[in-house]
């Protein structure tokens, strides 16, 4: 991927998180895990701006990555570091005082999709939002700790601090806001790199994998097997395609053969010839 398309996805990520901040969040007064939460904490005992507070915790978070885990990983946070408090600021000056709903669930559930389209952009292009990442992942090198440990617990004290002054639903409404981000963070990584995988027992499995290769222009795996009742030593075939092919290949399979045993499961992502890489051999690999 170019360095213009990771700038450009770094930048639109960061700008959806700081619009779920200002169009949900602080209106509705959501709580929230994560720099976010923390902030929206720091924010109500301290009365400073929401956009300053965030500058000042991703600095000194900025600043606890450089020294424990080096100036390498630092500079991969730098642009979202000093991009997120900007494009927050920004936002809350042309749409501060926007309000797009009352509803908290709605909200939660709006704030969470934002929040998961952003961090999902920025994760994807290979970036990192800064902020209370940082510790979760000083806590895991240093300390050995599970990245989804350390981060239950992060979040898990900030919105118990939250509780100090908000109300025990906007507690509910937290949860679903991170669940809400969490899937969707899921989703936008994934899109586009997951596939289904084909899984073929048949005694015409020479006729499904010429089929298969030469008139429907997939790839196809033989892979040996012993099967379970009558013991016999034999092949599966092991096929890959994307989710709109997915049709077309199971009924040539029916076609050869109606009575073959067949799996169908989806794969989160696929790397290699045919998917990220060219589908074609090489002619020094076909020599």
Known sequence: MKSRDLLVKIILGNLLIALAVTLFIIPNQLV?????????????????????LTAIVNIV?????????????????????????????AASFLLGGLILTQDALVAAVMAGVLMGLGLGL???????????????????????VSVSAAMYIMDTCILA????????????????????????????????????????ISEKKEAIRETIISKLDKGATLVKI???????????????VSHRNLHQVQKAILDIDPYAFMTVSKIQ???GRGFSLDKHLKVSEQG
């Open 32 to 52: 929230s895990g994560g720099s976010t939460g923390l902030v929206l904490t720091l924010t109500h005992f301290t009365g400073l701006e929401f956009s300053f």
């Open 61 to 89: 978070a900025f600043a606890a990555g450089w020294l424990v885990l080096g100036r390498t990983f630092a500079l991969t946070t730098l642009l979202s570091t000093l991009l997120y408090p900007v494009t927050l600021k």
């Open 122 to 144: 920025v994760i994807g292009a290979g970036g990192s939002t800064g902020g209370m990442d940082i510790p979760v992942i000083i806590a895991n090198r240093k300390l050995g």
């Open 161 to 200: 601090s939250q509780m100090l002054y908000s109300p025990f639903s906007n507690l509910v409404y937290g949860i679903i806001l991170i669940a809400a981000t969490t899937l969707t963070i899921n989703q936008v990584v994934l899109v586009g790199k997951s596939e289904c995988q084909i899984f073929v």
């Open 226 to 240: 012993e099967t379970g009742y009558q013991r016999k030593e034999t092949s599966a075939l092991l096929c890959v």
């Open 269 to 271: 992502e696929v790397n």
